[in-house]
């Protein structure tokens, strides 16, 4: 589905940008994909967006979405009873496990 450029501007919160991670909400929650050439500049809704993190490589964060540990947490916090959906709030609540050395790169 296409929409126009303006509609893109109006919506620029959910603008795509190369590197940011996309996740489902409903139905798969969690399974992330990150965000190539092709999508940069593109527009996406109902999606969890994480913007490019800057003290991690997005594929190495990818890839720890879609683990089991991961998956894990989305399905403790995920809600609905025909289709589980997992919420921004509890995103922003994801425990990630960091190798030491790149806890030393967050501070």
């Known amino acids: ?63 720890y979405m879609n683990c089991d540990l991961a998956r894990a947490q989305y399905v403790a916090n995920s809600e609905g009873a025909l289709q589980s959906h997992f919420n921004v709030s509890s995103a922003g609540n994801l425990m990630v496990v960091c190798p030491p050395s790149i806890r030393i790169l967050l501070g």
Do not use: Q
């Not at 919160?13 to 999508?39: E, M, N, Q, Y």
């Open 1 to 63: 589905v296409y929409i126009s450029s303006e509609s893109n501007v109006l919506h620029r919160k959910s603008i795509l940008r190369k590197g940011d991670l996309v996740s489902v909400r409903t139905g798969s929650p969690g399974t992330t994909a990150v965000v190539d050439d092709f999508f940069d500049g593109g527009n996406c809704i109902d999606v969890i967006l994480t913007r490019r993190p800057h003290a991690i490589h997005p594929d190495l964060l990818c890839h």
